[in-house]
C-alpha cells in the first residue's frame, strides 16, 4: 500500500489516506498464550490467518513469552500453516515458516485448502488389525476419535515415527522432556505412566508392546 501512495503522490495526485481497520493486541492476552501452550505440545495440526498482523502478533507474543524458537519449531515441522493469501504470509515467509494457500485469495478458499491438505499429511499407520490416525489431541482408531493426552501422545508419536522399531525408556523419557519444556531429568517411572495411559486413551492396550529390558514398539506385523 505504501508503494502504492508514494507512485500516485510522485505522479502529482493529492492523496488522503483513510485506514479500512486498524489492528490492535488482544484485549484478553490468555487466549493467545494458551494456543502457543498448544502449538510447542503439538497439540494443533492446523492454523489458519486471515491478515498479516495477525500473523505477525503470533510471532511477536511468542518472543515476548521467551519461546519464539519453540514455536517456530512447530510451525516449520508441525503444523500445517495456511494463509488466505501472499500478503497475510509475508511476516511468517520471512522467518522460515512454510505456508499454503488458496489459489484465490478468499476465505471459502482457504478453508476448501485446509481441508484438502490437513488429511493428506496425517500420520497414519496399521497396528495389528486395527487402523491409526494421529491427530493433534486423539486418534483415529479404526474411525472412533480417542482424545490423548499430551504426553502419552508425545510418545505416540515417536513410536509413529518408524512403526515397528523399539524405543528405549532412555530415548522416550527425552521425548517427554523435550515435550515439556523441562531440563530436568524425566526418570523411567514417568515413561511409563505415559505408556499405561496411551494404552487406556487407545482402548486396545496391546497396540503398545513392551519388549522386556528394550522399550516399547508399536505391534506393527513385519512386512
Known sequence: MRDFVDALRAAGASVVEVPVYRWTGPAEPAPLSRLL????????????????PAAASVLRTAAEEDRLERVLDALRYRVLVVCVGPITASPLARVGVPVIQPARARIGALVRELAVALPARATRVKVGRCHLEVRGQAVLVDDELRPVPPAPMAVLRALAEDPGRVLSRRVLAGVLRKHSGREDTVDVHAVETAVGRLRAALGTPNLVTTVVKRGYRLAVEPA
Open 37 to 52: 501452550d498448544a502449538l510447542v505440545a503439538g497439540q494443533v495440526d492446523a492454523l489458519t490467518f486471515t491478515s498479516a
